[in-house]
């Protein structure tokens, strides 16, 4: 090998060898984050819990953390709103987020297809405040008027919200999967006598499922982590779920309190138990969608 040729390589093999030092150190700092974050969560969570109880603090359906006679940690409510309204809006976001998809995919012309894309950048782009805003200002009053109630702010108000913020990581990532199905899939099943539609929905969408489920996936983190904008619409009022009734979330009650609790009290620390409590709960959500998706690959 002449000697410029074995200074190439050498400079080629320098190049690779940093960038995997680079990715390995990236891989770390990420891991290393978490293990953080999940250490500093528990110590500052665990305390409020050993006081309160843990059966009285995840069971307990009375949260009066201001009450200076007869305070209450109860956070069952915040557990239940936030599976409730998280739930809601995966029924209606994914059905609505997949089929546009496949709309954008595989049935929409070119142009179309191409206006319709930014118009998803940029739901993705507008900030929470804003959609809270809308929410607060157009939503709440119409459900108010349509359903005849004292006040519109609710459970449906915070589940419509989170529906919409959703979609464009459901619609983004899930029209990428399609996108990624080869041809041959689409030519094979249209010699088979198949239809456009039948092409599209029982065998390209199959193909794609774990693309589309990673899309569910980020949407349902989006939905458990949302506060801003469910603060905004939903009430924030303790109260067990019910569609028409003023709720909080469990992002909700840290936002909303943190801010005058005071250093070193129960409430504070009870506030931290509660965000040990969501990041447990997002934590296993990942785990069993994991386990799902890959059982689905298997």
């Given at each position: 090998?002449?000697?410029?040729?074995?200074?190439?390589?050498?400079?080629?093999?320098?190049?690779?060898?940093?960038?995997?030092?680079?990715?390995?150190?990236?891989?770390?700092?990420?891991?290393?984050?978490?293990?953080?974050?999940?250490?500093?969560?528990?110590?500052?969570?665990?305390?409020?819990?050993?006081?309160?109880?843990?059966?009285?603090?995840?069971?307990?359906?009375?949260?009066?953390?201001?009450?200076?006679?007869?305070?209450?940690?109860?956070?069952?409510?915040?557990?239940?709103?936030?599976?409730?309204?998280?739930?809601?809006?995966?029924?209606?976001?994914?059905?609505?987020?997949?089929?546009?998809?496949?709309?954008?995919?595989?049935?929409?012309?070119?142009?179309?297809?191409?206006?319709?894309?930014?118009?998803?950048?940029?739901?993705?782009?507008?900030?929470?405040?804003?959609?809270?805003?809308?929410?607060?200002?157009?939503?709440?009053?119409?459900i108010k008027d349509l359903f005849d109630l004292k006040a519109g702010d609710s459970l449906l108000a915070a589940i419509l919200v989170l529906a919409v913020m959703i979609l464009p990581s459901i619609i983004s990532v899930s029209e990428t999967a399609l996108k990624a199905v080869p041809k041959e899939y689409t030519e094979g099943s249209l010699a088979l006598g198949a239809t456009e539609l039948e092409t599209s929905f029982k065998v390209i969408l199959p193909a794609a499922r774990s693309g589309v489920a990673a899309s569910v996936v980020l949407g349902v983190g989006r939905a458990i982590g949302e506060a801003m904008a469910i603060l905004m619409v939903a009430g924030n009022s303790p109260n067990m779920p019910g569609l028409f009734k003023s709720v909080k979330f469990l992002t909700t009650a840290i936002a909303s309190e943190m801010s005058y609790a005071s250093v070193g009290s129960l409430q504070r620390n009870a506030l931290y138990s509660i965000g040990l409590v969501l990041f447990v709960f997002i934590m296993l959500i990942n785990v069993l969608l994991n386990r799902i998706l890959k059982k689905d690959k298997e």
């Open positions: 090998m002449q000697p410029q040729a074995r200074g190439k390589r050498a400079f080629r093999d320098s190049i690779e060898g940093a960038m995997r030092l680079i990715f390995t150190v990236c891989g770390f700092i990420a891991i290393a984050f978490v293990l953080l974050i999940s250490v500093y969560l528990i110590l500052s969570g665990l305390p409020a819990i050993k006081e309160v109880g843990l059966f009285d603090f995840l069971f307990g359906t009375r949260w009066d953390s201001t009450n200076k006679t007869d305070p209450a940690y109860g956070i069952l409510p915040f557990i239940l709103t936030s599976v409730w309204g998280t739930c809601g809006a995966i029924v209606l976001g994914v059905p609505v987020g997949i089929l546009t998809a496949v709309f954008l995919a595989r049935v929409a012309p070119p142009k179309l297809a191409a206006a319709v894309r930014p118009a998803v950048d940029l739901l993705a782009g507008i900030p929470s405040v804003v959609y809270g805003l809308v929410g607060m200002m157009v939503l709440v009053p119409a």
